[in-house]
């Protein structure tokens, strides 16, 4: 059997039909003006907050699948043609850096992510794809002085192929609070985000070549005099793909390169809801996150599989200014570090009949190097922390198992089983941060958190579309969770279970 590759990715495997896995195609993202809004349609998605990106703080973008304890960081990992998309700082995603127009699908896999998908991926992998032909373009108005300009197209010049994207968006936004408990501190949550996309993709003797660099930025109101938030970035990939034919081998080389920032201010709100005083300013959040991976497959009758291994690797620090007193901040802190995750893993399935039998197994080394905390007096410049956390490293190994039998009727039974993990972000490990009158501390001791689970699904396809029941069972071993010390301090700490069914 030849398969073609139109894209710089390979074929979908056998091995997902033994997994959860929800297919989004074009139909699904024109209901959607914004890829999140896209992905929330599947049932257990879960957003951190439940407005969308167009009114949701960049620190509170993350996302999770299973409904399992969503988090700002995010418990998922979001990938577009195999690059990820979370931050390198956060692992937050900055949804509006991609537009729905832009993609051509969205692969949702629910349960932790062995196999191919490696760190990150502790509830599941949301694969995005992007288009790889046709033209899909939006230009819209509506209230609230929403204004909205999206267009992606393909277009072929000889050998080459050419991708182009950008979008607009700018809306007053809304004011949060309602009715009489609206004071004059109450703003519009009001937003301007743009992003442009190129890619070229070229065949060779080797396979297809595809080179892509990426921009966004967004700036957008917190719905709070004196809160707003920036953020920016920009991503490059270069990806070789030879997809397998027949009994010949298929592969895939990738490396990319993404940098962010973010700017984000916050305020106390006076009691009467009258006024507001600045809280903290985080100035500026370098962050850069890099990576290699690669792939070899082959399919020899009913037996597919798959070897590969991949490294990610982040740095970055924030810098701002917090305690404010009599009228300024008092003090500055620089804070930050650099992760990396290096993996292998061995991925295949074999179908006989109606049976399909699927697993993987990876072994995946983490790093947390070069913490730093320093913080200074900002008037004298006289340091009042200065803080060195040792470097940490672990070893960890997951991996899954599936099983499919397909009986009359056009009905489908499955069972499968998991485990994941997902490293810290360096915003969780060294950068503290208040809430009101809550200070959650930051913790350098922070290990993986680790996910056990299991699932059995029916499904069966009619006239009417597929019609699918599934009941799984998950557990997160030593979660990230705020544990109350103190009346005001808590401290992120990898402490108990959080068992969810």
């Given at each position: 059997?030849?398969?073609?590759?139109?894209?710089?990715?390979?074929?979908?495997?056998?091995?997902?039909?033994?997994?959860?896995?929800?297919?989004?195609?074009?139909?699904?993202?024109?209901?959607?003006?914004?890829?999140?809004?896209?992905?929330?349609?599947?049932?257990?998605?879960?957003?951190?907050?439940?407005?969308?990106?167009?009114s949701?703080?960049?620190?509170?973008?993350?996302?999770?699948?299973r409904?399992?304890?969503?988090?700002?960081?995010?418990?998922?990992?979001?990938?577009?043609?195999?690059?990820?998309?979370?931050d390198?700082?956060?692992?937050?995603?900055?949804?509006?850096?991609?537009?729905?127009?832009?993609?051509?699908?969205?692969?949702?896999?629910?349960?932790?992510?062995?196999?191919?998908?490696?760190?990150?991926?502790?509830?599941?992998?949301?694969?995005?794809?992007?288009?790889?032909?046709?033209?899909?373009?939006?230009?819209?108005?509506?209230?609230?002085?929403?204004?909205?300009?999206?267009?992606?197209?393909?277009?072929?010049?000889?050998?080459?192929?050419?991708?182009?994207?950008?979008?607009?968006?700018?809306?007053?936004?809304?004011?949060?609070?309602?009715?009489?408990?609206?004071?004059a501190?109450?703003?519009?949550?009001?937003?301007?985000?743009?992003?442009?996309?190129?890619?070229?993709?070229?065949?060779?003797?080797?396979?297809?070549?595809?080179?892509?660099?990426?921009?966004?930025?967004?700036?957008?109101?917190?719905?709070?005099a004196?809160?707003?938030?920036?953020?920016?970035?920009?991503?490059?990939?270069?990806?070789?793909?030879?997809?397998?034919?027949?009994?010949?081998?298929?592969?895939?080389?990738?490396?990319?390169?993404?940098?962010?920032?973010?700017?984000?201010?916050s305020?106390?709100?006076?009691?009467?809801?009258?006024?507001?005083?600045?809280?903290?300013?985080?100035?500026?959040?370098?962050?850069?996150?890099?990576?290699?991976?690669?792939?070899?497959r082959?399919?020899?009758?009913?037996?597919?599989?798959?070897?590969?291994?991949?490294?990610?690797?982040?740095?970055?620090?924030?810098?701002?200014?917090?305690?404010?007193?009599?009228?300024?901040?008092?003090?500055?802190?620089?804070?930050?570090?650099?992760?990396?995750?290096?993996?292998?893993?061995?991925?295949?399935?074999?179908?006989?009949?109606?049976?399909?039998?699927?697993?993987?197994?990876?072994?995946?080394?983490?790093?947390?190097?070069?913490?730093?905390?320093?913080?200074?007096?900002?008037?004298?410049?006289?340091?009042?922390?200065?803080?060195?956390?040792?470097?940490?490293?672990?070893?960890?190994?997951?991996?899954?198992?599936?099983?499919?039998?397909?009986?009359?009727?056009?009905?489908?039974?499955?069972?499968?089983?998991?485990?994941?993990?997902?490293?810290?972000?360096?915003?969780?490990?060294?950068?503290?941060?208040?809430?009101?009158?809550?200070?959650?501390?930051?913790?350098?001791?922070?290990?993986?958190?680790?996910?056990?689970?299991?699932?059995?699904?029916?499904s069966?396809?009619?006239?009417?579309?597929?019609?699918a029941?599934?009941?799984?069972?998950?557990?997160?071993?030593?979660?990230i969770?705020?544990?109350?010390?103190?009346?005001?301090?808590?401290?992120?700490?990898?402490?108990?279970?959080?068992?969810?069914?």
């Amino acid at each position: 059997e030849q398969v073609i590759v139109t894209a710089a990715r390979l074929p979908p495997s056998a091995a997902e039909a033994a997994f959860s896995v929800v297919h989004l195609g074009e139909g699904d993202l024109v209901r959607s003006q914004r890829v999140d809004e896209a992905v929330g349609q599947t049932p257990g998605v879960s957003l951190f907050r439940r407005t969308s990106s167009l009114s949701a703080n960049p620190t509170t973008q993350g996302i999770s699948l299973r409904a399992i304890a969503p988090s700002g960081a995010g418990r998922t990992l979001v990938t577009l043609d195999g690059v990820p998309l979370n931050d390198p700082f956060g692992g937050w995603v900055i949804w509006s850096q991609l537009a729905p127009e832009s993609l051509t699908g969205i692969d949702i896999v629910r349960g932790a992510g062995a196999g191919p998908y490696g760190a990150g991926a502790l509830t599941g992998v949301i694969g995005l794809r992007e288009r790889d032909g046709g033209i899909a373009a939006d230009v819209s108005a509506g209230e609230l002085g929403s204004q909205r300009a999206s267009a992606a197209a393909v277009s072929t010049l000889g050998r080459l192929e050419f991708f182009g994207a950008a979008s607009y968006d700018k809306s007053d936004g809304y004011v949060p609070v309602r009715g009489d408990r609206r004071g004059a501190a109450d703003t519009r949550t009001d937003l301007e985000a743009k992003s442009i996309a190129g890619r070229v993709d070229m065949a060779t003797a080797l396979g297809l070549l595809s080179l892509r660099g990426g921009f966004f930025e967004e700036d957008r109101g917190a719905g709070l005099a004196g809160a707003r938030a920036n953020a920016s970035g920009n991503v490059f990939s270069a990806t070789l793909v030879k997809a397998p034919r027949g009994a010949a081998l298929g592969w895939r080389l990738q490396a990319w390169r993404r940098t962010s920032d973010l700017f984000n201010s916050s305020v106390a709100v006076a009691a009467d809801r009258a006024t507001t005083t600045p809280a903290n300013s985080q100035d500026k959040t370098p962050a850069t996150g890099k990576g290699l991976n690669a792939a070899l497959r082959r399919k020899v009758g009913g037996l597919e599989w798959e070897l590969g291994a991949d490294a990610r690797f982040n740095d970055g620090e924030v810098r701002e200014r917090f305690r404010y007193m009599n009228g300024a901040y008092t003090r500055t802190r620089v804070a930050g570090g650099e992760t990396s995750v290096v993996g292998a893993y061995a991925d295949g399935s074999w179908t006989t009949g109606p049976w399909l039998v699927a697993g993987g197994l990876r072994l995946d080394h983490w790093e947390n190097t070069d913490g730093h905390r320093v913080e200074r007096d900002a008037a004298t410049g006289a340091v009042t922390l200065d803080s060195h956390p040792a470097d940490r490293d672990g070893n960890v190994v997951s991996g899954r198992l599936g099983v499919k039998r397909e009986l009359a009727n056009d009905v489908v039974l499955r069972a499968s089983g998991y485990t994941g993990f997902r490293p810290a972000s360096l915003n969780e490990l060294h950068r503290p941060f208040r809430v009101g009158n809550d200070i959650t501390e930051a913790n350098a001791a922070l290990k993986p958190e680790r996910l056990q689970g299991f699932e059995l699904g029916v499904s069966r396809k009619g006239d009417k579309g597929l019609v699918a029941a599934t009941a799984f069972w998950n557990r997160i071993e030593d979660p990230i969770t705020n544990v109350t010390l103190s009346g005001t301090l808590r401290q992120r700490q990898n402490a108990g279970r959080i068992d969810a069914v």
